[in-house]
């Protein structure tokens, strides 16, 4: 379905997943013509297939790129394998990425997969905090709308995260939560009530909705 729409799939696959050569002999002009060759070796690949190597430490980075085919998947697949050796104790392990296009450089693909992680990050906290878990739209422009407003909200709150004393999406809502609630109680006090530190009252309003709770005692 996704290939379907014109766009492209980058994902992992298992470290021992069986990968295959495509077939480059000749039809025999009887049955169906063969796709796989032989399977792909991935604990000596070739040297032609190297395309970075670094070592940190006790640990060696390779990887690799090169097109396979899999039995699972209909078209052949950009295969990247990040394999990592330890100098030391001689132990591997080893990553298999795959995209379907078969032009994207293997750096494009690490990046892009490096980027799901917070991809799903973001839809987390939107499901979470700002409103997707309970939307009750059903139109398009309604869903649209919607999804990018909890989406915008997700930047803005990191934002504000970043330039507040606040640690998490929680604490950020019960921190303004706090201060709206504040606000209400005192324009329903009477005029002659006695001084009130508004400062402190704003800062334990939210006390029971956070999750760190350092500033209760500072």
């Known amino acids: 379905m996704t290939r379907q729409v014109g766009l492209h799939l980058i994902s992992k696959l298992r470290c021992d997943s069986a990968l295959y050569l495509k077939w480059k ?12 060759g032989d399977k792909i070796d991935c604990q000596n690949l070739p040297a032609s297939c190297l395309k970075h190597e670094k070592t940190e430490g006790y ?10 085919r899999h039995k699972k998947f209909a078209d052949t697949l950009n295969v990247v394998i990040i394999s990592k050796t330890n100098s030391l104790t001689g132990k591997s392990a080893r990553v298999v990425l795959f995209g379907s296009d078969l032009k994207l450089e293997w750096k494009h693909i690490v990046d ?4 799901r992680f ?5 839809f987390r906290d939107a499901k979470q905090h700002w409103g997707p878990e309970d939307f009750m739209v059903i139109k ?14 997700v930047n803005l709150s990191h934002a504000i995260l970043e330039r507040s004393e606040e640690k998490s999406i929680l604490d950020l809502k019960s921190w303004y939560h706090g201060i709206r609630y504040a606000k209400e109680i005192l324009k329903i006090l009477p005029e002659n009530t006695k001084p009130i530190n508004i400062m402190q009252l704003i800062e334990e309003i939210p006390m029971p909705g956070r999750i760190h709770r350092e500033k209760m005692a500072a």
Do not use: H, P
Not at 112 to 115: C, F, I, K, S
Not at 118 to 122: G, K, L, R, S, W
Not at 140 to 153: E, G, I, P, T
């Open 140 to 153: 398009k422009q309604a869903v649209f709308n919607a999804a990018n407003l909890s989406l915008w909200m």
């Open 59 to 68: 640990i060696r980075t390779r990887t690799y790129q090169f097109e396979a």
């Open 112 to 115: 892009y997969y490096r980027l």
């Open 118 to 122: 917070q991809i799903e990050f973001n």
């Open 25 to 36: 002999g000749v039809y025999s002009g009887r049955g169906a013509r063969k796709i796989y």
